[in-house]
Antibody, heavy 120, light 107 residues
Framework: EVQLVESGGGLVQPGGSLRLSCAAS????????VDWVRQAPGRGLEWLGRSRNKANSYTTEYAASVKGRFTVSRDDSKNSLYLQMNSLKIEDTAVFYCTRSDSSGYSALWGQGTLVTVSS | DIQMTQSPSTLSASVGDRVTVTCRASQSIGNWLAWHQQKPGKAPKLLIY???ILESGVPSRFSGSGSGTDFTLTISSLQPDDFATYFCQQYSTYPLTFGGGAKVEIK
C-alpha cells in the first residue's frame, strides 16, 4: 500500500526539541518532493517546509515561522524523512503531517499526522 | 506571502444540493491551485490539482475552475460523504499557503 506514516510526536516543554519521522511504504521516497504541513487545534493548515527529491539534490525551502528552528533531512536507506524541531514554542502545538508532493508543488498524498504538544 | 481567502467559511446544505466554495488569492497564481477535503479527526485528502484536474478516484460530481486570483470548487449534487471541510492550496510561490477552510455542514 502506498502510504506515509508519521511518528515521534508527543509532549515537550517550551524551548525543547523533538524529531518527527515520516516513513514511506509502497514507493521510493527519494523520487519525490516531501512537505511538512501542520494544523493547530481547530485551525487551518500551515505549510512549514519542503525537501525536494534526489534528482534536485534534496534542496530545501522553509516558512519564515520555522526557518532556523526546523530542519528537514532524509535517510534513503530507511525510505524516510525527518523534521528536527528546536526551540519549540507553545504556538508550535499542532498535528504535523508529511505530504508527498508532485514536482509542480501540490500535496498529493498525506500521512495520518502526529500530534506535538508544547507545554510546561 | 500570498494570502488565500475562502468563502463562505461555513455552508449549510442538503443532500442533492449544488454547492460552490470560492477561493481568492491576493495575487495571481496562474492555475497552480489545489483543493483538499478533510473530515473530522482525519488527514486531508487531495481532490483537485492545477485548478481543475480531478485526482484519481475522486467522484465526477466534484469540479474546479478559475484562473489568476479567483477559483471555485463545485459539488454538483452533495452526497452524505461530502460533509467535510475543504481547503484550497496555492503552489505558485513559496511559501505555499492554504485558505482558511470552508466547512460544509448538514442543513
Amino acid at each position: 500500500e502506498v502510504q506515509l506514516v508519521e511518528s515521534g510526536g508527543g509532549l515537550v516543554q517550551p524551548g525543547g526539541s523533538l524529531r518527527l519521522s515520516c516513513a514511506a511504504s509502497g514507493f521510493t521516497l527519494s523520487d519525490y518532493y516531501v512537505d511538512w504541513v501542520r494544523q493547530a487545534p481547530g485551525r487551518g493548515l500551515e505549510w512549514l517546509g519542503r525537501s525536494r527529491n534526489k534528482a534536485n539534490s534534496y534542496t530545501t525551502e522553509y516558512a519564515a515561522s520555522v526557518k532556523g528552528r526546523f530542519t528537514v533531512s532524509r535517510d534513503d536507506s530507511k525510505n524516510s524523512l525527518y523534521l528536527q524541531m528546536n526551540s519549540l514554542k507553545i504556538e508550535d502545538t499542532a498535528v504535523f503531517y508529511c505530504t508527498r508532493s508532485d514536482s509542480s508543488g501540490y500535496s498529493a498524498l498525506w500521512g495520518q499526522g502526529t500530534l506535538v504538544t508544547v507545554s510546561s | 506571502d500570498i494570502q488565500m481567502t475562502q468563502s463562505p467559511s461555513t455552508l449549510s446544505a442538503s443532500v442533492g444540493d449544488r454547492v460552490t466554495v470560492t477561493c481568492r488569492a491576493s495575487q495571481s497564481i496562474g492555475n497552480w491551485l489545489a483543493w483538499h477535503q478533510q473530515k473530522p479527526g482525519k488527514a486531508p485528502k487531495l481532490l483537485i490539482y492545477k485548478t481543475s484536474i480531478l485526482e484519481s478516484g475522486v467522484p465526477s460530481r466534484f469540479s474546479g475552475s478559475g484562473s489568476g486570483t479567483d477559483f471555485t470548487l463545485t459539488i454538483s449534487s452533495l452526497q452524505p460523504d461530502d460533509f467535510a471541510t475543504y481547503f484550497c492550496q496555492q503552489y505558485s510561490t513559496y511559501p505555499l499557503t492554504f485558505g482558511g477552510g470552508a466547512k460544509v455542514e448538514i442543513k
